[in-house]
């Protein structure tokens, strides 16, 4: 039992390193005193996150990834919630093929959706932009915002609307006062799921981006560049930081969304 | 198109399923009516019918000779006490009450006022800012009743309401229903499959099977006077025996209902129609005289005991009142008796085939 035990230990922290390990060269280096990622270490330094700071091409390129993570999120949640009480509430003819639909563009390689969208919005004129970015993004984040939110909605009674509607209210007071209410902690994991998966994108946006880069782009393009690696892990670094801090709080807001419908179901 | 709630022949199918077919059901002002079943008979599909959550197939629903077949539920008279409660667990317990309030556009003196009112009704004062899950299931459904009737419904739509409460606090709750029901003298429409529940609160019941209404009638009619087998089966305990009409002499007949013998019983059929003969137990009693036979088994309910007779190999359900206090008063197995009983007891049936 003991020793099963201990290497049911050994085990994990192997899986643990091999998961964490590489992304700890990140933080690490950023605060060494060179420009070459080797060992050993040659001193403490803050520089590369001075110098990626006074950076305004870092600064606009994250300013660009913000943008259109924060209206990719908006619009395919927007679109989410629509479609998962659609999906939830009514006996919709053919539900299970839209649903199959809505999500076939996760199975899709997004290298074949990028060159798909790439087509489409040139047959049709469209110049490359961050609109074209976010539009492409908005296909990518609709099935993970249309599957978070369904099973938020499947967790609450449905008799919940349907006595808003005995009490008087019109189907579009009840979605406000009840339905969207109660699938508030999933709109809010579909909001930070779908930003985490646009900012996280790299190529869909490398087809679809203008002259504008979103930072994965950017960072992609300063690998060229051996003496700016410290500034890139500096600021990746900080995204990691940035993404924890997000994840964590996506996490609080299913538990809370979770004990919240658990009451539902109970008493 | 008498009534204050006609239902006119409306049926409601689920795919291949008749949910509900071609009902007639003429409820009145006032009247609380049980809509009585065994489960997947039709009564929650034509109740939320009357609510508006579904749209019948065929036929019309009318309150006040109005048709409302074609109106939304929030522009219907009726209001429901679903058998979630669904309780708005985003909401205390006053904004739960008030929610059907809002286009009334009241003052917040005059909102606070009604609230109250409806608080002090359900005997909940002082519980308007306690969240939903704070409340016991009994306080649920009473929240949920008053959230009902603060919009002065013409019709309130009970979706068997009582039955997630245990035993004791059921009993509570039908009596206080019934005396709600008439204080504030609103027409109710109760769906249960409670039988006991339905003949002890209700002016008439309907007996629902298969999408159809049995039989509409009080709570006494249903009991002592069904109209078929199933309503007979389906209200209490009663025994069949088949039987053939023998001699006819005005409103009486004697009918051969073996192992019987020949009895004598209202019933309409000429001499020689096939009919069935129904008897409840507690109308069977233990005689002098009467139908031979043996005790199989004896249990003691308490206030009352059930005993299997067996009469020339038919067991024949017996039930007792336990008047005297002594266990020598009632029969033990083995024991040979005589079964009698009041000649207007028997209910005649027509036949199956």
Redo the contacts between chains.
């Keep these: 039992m003991k020793t099963r035990h201990g290497w049911l230990l050994v085990y994990a922290i192997f899986y643990l390193a091999f998961l964490y390990v590489p992304v700890a060269f990140l933080p690490l280096f950023s605060f060494n005193n060179s420009v070459f990622i080797a060992f050993p270490l040659s001193g403490f330094t803050t520089q590369w996150y001075a110098q990626m700071f006074a950076d305004g091409a870092v600064q606009q390129a994250l300013f660009n990834s913000l943008k259109v993570g924060a209206v990719a999120a908006v619009a395919a949640t927007a679109l989410g919630l629509p479609a998962a009480k659609a999906l939830t509430r009514y006996r919709v003819p053919g539900g299970g093929a839209v649903l199959a639909l809505a999500n076939l563009s996760l199975f899709i390689p997004e290298i074949v959706l990028g060159i798909s969208l790439l087509i489409l919005l040139s047959v049709l004129g469209v110049p490359l932009s961050l609109w074209t970015v976010t539009l492409g993004h908005i296909v990518i984040c609709a099935p993970f915002a249309i599957t978070v939110l369904m099973s938020r909605m499947d967790g609450f009674d449905k008799n919940l609307e349907e006595a808003s509607l005995d009490l008087g209210e019109s189907g579009w007071m009840t979605f406000w006062r009840v339905t969207f209410p109660l699938a508030l902690p999933g709109v809010i994991s579909s909001l930070l799921l779908s930003f985490m998966v646009s900012f996280d994108d790299f190529l869909i946006a490398y087809f679809l981006a203008g002259n504008d880069a979103t930072l994965p782009i950017y960072i992609w393009g300063q690998l060229r560049f051996p003496d700016k690696l410290p500034t890139v892990l500096a600021l990746g670094a900080l995204i990691l930081v940035a993404s924890a801090v997000l994840v964590v709080f996506a996490e609080w807001v299913r538990s809370h969304g979770l004990k919240d419908r658990h009451r539902m179901v109970g008493a | 198109m008498s009534g204050f709630l006609h239902i006119d022949r409306v049926t409601k199918r689920f795919g291949s399923v008749t949910a509900v077919d071609a009902v007639d059901l003429t409820i009145r002002r006032g009247e609380f009516f049980s809509l009585l079943g065994p489960s997947g008979c039709g009564k929650t599909t034509l109740l939320r019918m009357i609510?508006?959550?579904e749209y019948p197939d065929g036929g019309d629903i009318f309150v006040e000779d109005q048709r409302i077949t074609d109106t939304?539920?929030?522009?219907r008279p009726?209001?429901?006490v679903?058998?979630?409660y669904?309780i708005?667990?985003?909401l205390n317990v006053f904004d739960n009450i008030a929610?059907?309030l809002?286009?009334e556009r009241l003052a917040r003196a005059e909102l606070d006022r009604r609230v109250d009112e409806a608080l002090a009704m359900i005997k909940l004062e002082g519980f308007g800012a306690r969240r939903?899950?704070e409340?016991s299931?009994g306080q649920?459904q009473r929240v949920a009743l008053a959230?009902?009737l603060i919009?002065r419904p013409k019709v309130l739509l009970l979706d068997e309401p009582l039955g997630a409460l245990d035993k004791r606090l059921r009993e509570a709750m039908q009596i206080e229903l019934r005396q709600l029901q008439k204080s504030v003298g609103i027409t109710f429409v109760f769906v249960t499959h409670d039988q006991e529940e339905a003949l002890s609160m209700s002016d008439r019941v309907a007996v629902m099977s298969g999408g159809k209404v049995l039989q509409v009638a009080g709570p006494r009619e249903l009991y002592e006077a069904p109209n078929c087998r199933e309503v007979a089966d389906f209200i209490g305990e009663i025994n069949f025996f088949d039987g053939i009409v023998a001699a006819r002499d005005g409103e009486t007949a004697a009918i051969d209902a073996p192992p019987l013998g020949r009895i004598a019983a209202n019933a309409a059929g000429a001499v020689g129609t096939k009919v069935l003969v129904a008897l409840r137990p507690e109308k069977i009693a233990f005689g002098p005289q009467g139908v031979p036979g043996t005790v199989a088994s004896a249990a003691y309910l308490g206030e009352r005991s059930h005993y299997a007779v067996t009469v020339a190999g038919r067991t024949i359900a017996v039930a007792a009142q336990n008047i005297a206090k002594s266990a020598a008063q009632g029969p033990a197995p083995g024991d040979a008796v005589h079964l009698t009983w009041a000649p207007d007891a028997v209910v005649v049936l027509p036949a199956e085939d």
Excluded: E, I, V
Aim: net charge positive; charged share 20%; aromatic share 14%.
């Design positions: 609510a508006g959550f939304p539920p929030n522009l009726s209001n429901m679903f058998q979630s669904a708005f667990p985003h929610y059907g809002r286009k939903a899950d409340l299931g649920r959230r009902a919009r």
